[in-house]
């Protein structure tokens, strides 16, 4: 289902979606919503209800209601009866279609039809190219982790046990789920001409169980659900027996080559909103690598200069602003200020509109840092929001390959003060917690906000927020700016040419660790997203960027004096998550065009 592949990866980079209702946080100040889009949100409910009945979990994230006590479906002919769910969605909506006269209405008619369309295709190619693999561990702990947080109601909660007892089986007419991802993997492991996973892939997912097995006992007591110390104990005893599995039948079918077939990693990528194709694409990077290499030894030489450091070389400076980590109880209060100095500098520039109330942040767990081993934003639910707010988190260490003599593996990159400008500038403000959150308030659709999504504009603007503010920096923080930027260039090359052959992990891990000067942890982070974590998705962040910078510098060419970026990047955040081709035609039609007319009538 491409609503579940692209989203449920992308939580892996972003987002836990989590389905909460805050008792803390005012809630936001909402608009009504226009007429087309309570409209259009109809034609989604058809979509909402049907996909719900298969990943429930998911979709109660999202906000959908009366489906807390569900759990994933793995049953016999899951993938069969899931295609003919969607095939059926898209009869229905294609019926709307020809029917309706609003233009936004079909547009987003034609969003859902794609969307489940897609999901169709990508189930057909897993199905054609590879063996079921399901990490069960890491499935159940984001059950229980999306009902079991500071942001859900305390009358929700109990339900994370209903779901640990059917994960486990306990209740009537329901099988261990670890029971039903060995028979799902069981079918199909023997016929021929199927890959499995990835050899690293499945070695770092039995290395991480235990934090995922030790992060739901400590859910349980921080939320104080009695009662589900029985369900939890036959838990950890099912994923003991899963792992063995695992390694007995799994393991010997795991594949050492990572990539992916060519016509499977084309449609990641155009899932993932890249339109172009990857040597194109390969190209760009590697000129922007080179450029952006340029400005950061001309920044660099600045901040050694201003630090009294007696080097200048980009990669010597960074690793001496590196030096100075912030540490401990000091780490949240240092982003939560340095919130406060963009949002001054947002304000003064008048950048874009933000919100009064404050963005939230915090750290990680052992557990979400196993899962999500990259700073990221967790947004808000997305239907039915009652004040619910996105969270900045930050990971600060990730598990240590097997037989490493250290507990944990640190990062050094986001803990000093140099990267703390970026950072925070990408995740929080300007850039997805407000993109989130806008949507939330402004009333987009549900079409735009859930099933346009695509990381080509979620991350792009996250690295164009970076954009906008890094002339507004100190010199170290544009440096470390330019380095996350040098970052997504680094990702735009080397994921496309890791599939191609061109590339091997070892050398892009010396890319990571040199040019770009990540630490180890970070690098081995990097490397598993574009091998086996997310392959196609790295790219959208450097390309998203370019489409944005793009479309700007157009905007700019037809307003001229007349340009005011305030209103311009609010205009961008109110038409949601659309993909570059359907953002450009809106801004250029809706936003230039209007403007024009405005002006010719006075």
């Known amino acids: 289902m491409r609503i579940q592949v692209v989203l449920v990866t992308f939580l892996f980079l972003l987002t836990f979606m989590v389905n909460a209702q805050t008792n803390s946080a005012p809630a936001p100040t909402k608009s009504a919503p226009p007429d087309w889009v309570q409209r259009s949100n109809e034609n989604t409910r058809i979509v909402l209800e049907s996909e719900s009945k298969f990943a429930p979990e998911f979709y109660a994230r999202q906000g ?9 479906d793995l049953k016999p ?10 095939a059926d969605v898209v009869k229905q909506l294609e019926q709307r279609l020809a029917k309706e006269k609003d233009p936004l209405i ?3 008619l034609e969003i859902l039809i794609k969307a489940e369309n897609d999901n169709i295709k990508g189930s057909l190619l897993q199905e054609k190219y590879e063996i079921p693999y399901f990490n069960v561990g890491r499935v159940v702990y984001f059950g229980i982790f999306s009902l079991l947080d500071d942001q859900v109601a305390a009358e929700r909660r109990p339900a994370a046990l209903v779901r640990l007892r059917k994960y486990t089986g306990m209740e009537a007419g329901t099988t261990p789920l670890t029971q039903l991802a060995q028979d799902r993997i069981q079918e199909r492991l023997n016929k021929p001409g199927l890959l499995g996973p990835a050899k690293l892939q499945v070695e770092d997912d039995l290395a991480n169980t235990r934090f995922f097995v ?5 859910l349980f007591e921080k939320y104080k ?13 099912q994923l003991a027996d899963y792992e063995t599995f695992v390694r007995k039948e799994i393991l010997p079918h795991a594949r050492q080559d990572f990539r992916l077939p060519p016509e499977e990693y084309a449609f990641a990528l155009e899932n993932y909103g890249v339109d172009i194709p990857p040597a194109e694409l390969a190209g760009m990077a590697h000129k922007a690598f080179t450029e952006i290499q340029g400005q950061m030894q001309t920044v660099a030489a600045q901040v050694a200069k201003e630090k009294g450091y007696k080097v200048s070389d980009y990669r010597d400076v960074i690793r001496e602003l590196k030096k100075d980590q912030i ?3 000091a780490i949240l209060p240092h982003y939560q200020q340095r919130l406060k100095d963009i949002e001054a500098i947002i304000r003064r520039e008048h950048l874009v509109t933000l919100p009064e109330r404050a963005a939230r942040i915090r750290l990680a767990s052992d557990a979400e840092t196993a899962a999500q081993p990259a700073a990221h934003m967790v947004p808000p639910r997305l239907l039915g929001n009652t004040g619910e707010q996105g969270e900045f988190v930050l990971p600060l260490n990730i598990p240590a390959p097997p037989g490493s003599k250290d507990a944990m593996m640190k990062y050094d990159d986001f803990t000093f003060a140099a990267a703390s400008w970026t950072l925070t500038s990408h995740e929080a403000r300007p850039g997805h917690e407000l993109q989130f959150d806008y949507m939330i308030e402004k009333g987009v659709s549900q079409a735009r906000a859930l099933y346009a999504f695509n990381s080509v504009n979620v991350e792009g603007w996250g690295l164009y927020s970076e954009y906008i503010m890094q002339p507004f920096m100190p010199h170290d923080g544009q440096l470390i700016s330019l380095q996350h930027r040098l970052m997504r260039a680094t990702r735009a090359f080397v994921d496309p040419e890791l599939q191609a052959g061109k590339l091997t992990p070892d050398q892009v891990r010396d890319i990571l660790l040199n040019d770009v000067v990540l630490s180890p942890a970070m690098a081995k982070e990097e490397v598993e997203r574009y091998t086996f974590r997310a392959p196609g998705q790295a790219t959208s962040y450097f390309y998203g960027y370019t489409r944005l910078r793009e479309l700007r510098a157009d905007v700019e060419k037809a307003q001229g ?7 311009y990047h609010d205009f961008i955040l109110s038409q949601g998550l659309l993909p570059p081709h359907l953002l450009r035609k809106a801004v250029m039609q809706d936003y230039v065009g209007e403007a024009n007319s405005s002006k010719a009538g006075n």
């Open 106 to 108: 079909r547009q987003d």
């Open 64 to 72: 959908v209601t009366g489906i807390d006590n569900d759990i994933r």
């Open 214 to 218: 030790d992060g739901i006992g400590k």
């Open 225 to 237: 659900i009695t009662g589900y110390e029985e369900a939890y104990a036959k838990l950890k005893q």
């Open 561 to 567: 004096q007349h340009f005011d970026q305030q209103k």
């Open 327 to 329: 540490v401990g109880d």
């Open 77 to 86: 002919g899951v993938e069969e009866r899931t295609r003919a769910a969607e």
